[in-house]
């Protein structure tokens, strides 16, 4: 992980640092960076691979299938969902490194795993942590920190206090070793 050096005297005069932290930590173990790659990924709004999201399908119903996810999600309030598929993933907030790879801000609000560290408690969701269930990890459900979903007419208010996230995913090569020992390129857009 890199952190650009001068956000760190503003993030930890906040008491965000260890959020920010956090957060990055999620990407590392592929929370947005190979949800593509998995099939996990439904409706990206940022397609191509250049710094600009072209074709910008701002908008779109972006969403995480993962089956475990989604059961935490309806867990956590969104069994009444109506604006599109769930799991709700940023389609119109930043831009690339934040599209397509956050929770959706608008509906997750102060989750630790949306593209925004909001001033006071960023918690990590159960659904966040189903997730990385649905990417193959062996997790602790109960473990994840109390939450219920935010109130969108919240977030004004919040987007004012918090630290945006933008551009927070490195799309850079991921190679990992294959059942046979060789390493193998991993293409995340795909």
Same mark, same amino acid.
């Given at each position: 992980?890199?952190?650009?050096?001068?956000?760190?005297?503003? /993030?930890?005069?906040?008491?965000?640092?260890?959020?920010?932290?956090?957060?990055?930590?999620?990407? #590392? /173990?592929?929370?947005?960076?190979?949800?593509?790659?998995?099939?996990?990924?439904?409706?990206?709004?940022?397609?191509?691979?250049?710094?600009?999201?072209?074709?910008?399908?701002?908008?779109?119903?972006?969403?995480?299938?993962?089956?475990?996810?989604?059961?935490?999600?309806?867990?956590?309030?969104?069994?009444?969902?109506?604006?599109?598929? $769930?799991?709700?993933?940023?389609?119109?907030?930043?831009?690339?490194?934040?599209?397509?790879?956050?929770?959706?801000?608008?509906?997750?609000?102060?989750?630790?795993?949306?593209?925004?560290?909001?001033?006071?408690?960023?918690? /990590?969701?159960?659904?966040?942590?189903?997730?990385?269930?649905?990417?193959?990890?062996? #997790?602790?459900?109960?473990?994840?920190?109390?939450?219920?979903?935010?109130?969108?007419?919240?977030? $004004?208010?919040? #987007?004012?206090?918090?630290?945006?996230? $933008?551009?927070?995913?490195?799309? #850079?090569?991921?190679?990992?070793?294959?059942?046979?020992?060789?390493?193998?390129?991993?293409?995340?857009?795909?």
């Amino acid at each position: 992980m890199e952190f650009d050096t001068a956000d760190l005297v503003a /993030l930890e005069g906040a008491g965000l640092l260890e959020e920010v932290i956090l957060h990055e930590m999620g990407h #590392v /173990l592929g929370f947005g960076t190979v949800w593509n790659l998995l099939g996990l990924l439904q409706n990206p709004s940022c397609g191509g691979t250049g710094p600009t999201c072209n074709p910008d399908n701002s908008g779109a119903d972006t969403h995480f299938d993962g089956a475990n996810a989604i059961t935490s999600f309806d867990n956590v309030g969104g069994t009444a969902w109506t604006l599109g598929s $769930k799991v709700p993933v940023e389609n119109t907030l930043f831009g690339r490194g934040t599209r397509d790879s956050h929770w959706r801000e608008s509906t997750f609000v102060n989750e630790l795993m949306t593209g925004l560290i909001n001033a006071g408690a960023n918690p /990590l969701s159960e659904v966040t942590v189903a997730s990385l269930l649905d990417m193959g990890y062996v #997790v602790n459900i109960p473990g994840a920190d109390p939450y219920t979903l935010g109130n969108p007419s919240a977030i $004004k208010a919040l #987007v004012a206090q918090g630290f945006e996230l $933008k551009n927070d995913i490195l799309f #850079v090569e991921i190679r990992a070793r294959d059942v046979n020992g060789r390493i193998r390129l991993i293409d995340p857009r795909r």
